[in-house]
């Protein structure tokens, strides 16, 4: 999979949530790009641009353009077609 056909999640190293959804995609062997909100300036203002202003983290873009911000284990599962079969519910 190249990187234009990789999920790309923006993420800050303090943010919980960030953490919670790596650990997911990792755990289901998901690739995606992680790309640090806090590295550079314009990567903040990219998802501001997204989420209406704020930067709201994780914030996912799908290879199809979709996008997904702040979502629960649950919605992404969902999004990504995963059932408990795939992978360890116990994350």
Not at 22 to 32: A, C, F, S, W
Not at 60 to 88: H, N, Q, W, Y
Request: charged fraction near 25%; glycine fraction near 10%; proline fraction near 5%.
């Amino acid at each position: 999979m190249n990187q234009e056909q990789q999920l790309i999640v923006y993420t800050k190293s303090w943010c919980g949530d960030c953490h919670r959804t790596k650990r997911l995609l990792d755990n289901y062997e998901i690739p995606y790009q992680e790309i640090d909100a806090e590295a550079d300036p314009a990567h903040g203002q990219y998802i501001a641009g997204l989420n209406g202003g704020q930067e709201r983290v994780p914030t996912l873009i799908f290879p199809d353009g979709s996008i997904m911000v702040e979502p629960s284990d649950a919605a992404l599962s969902e999004r990504l077609g995963l059932t408990a079969e795939d992978g360890d519910w116990g994350i």
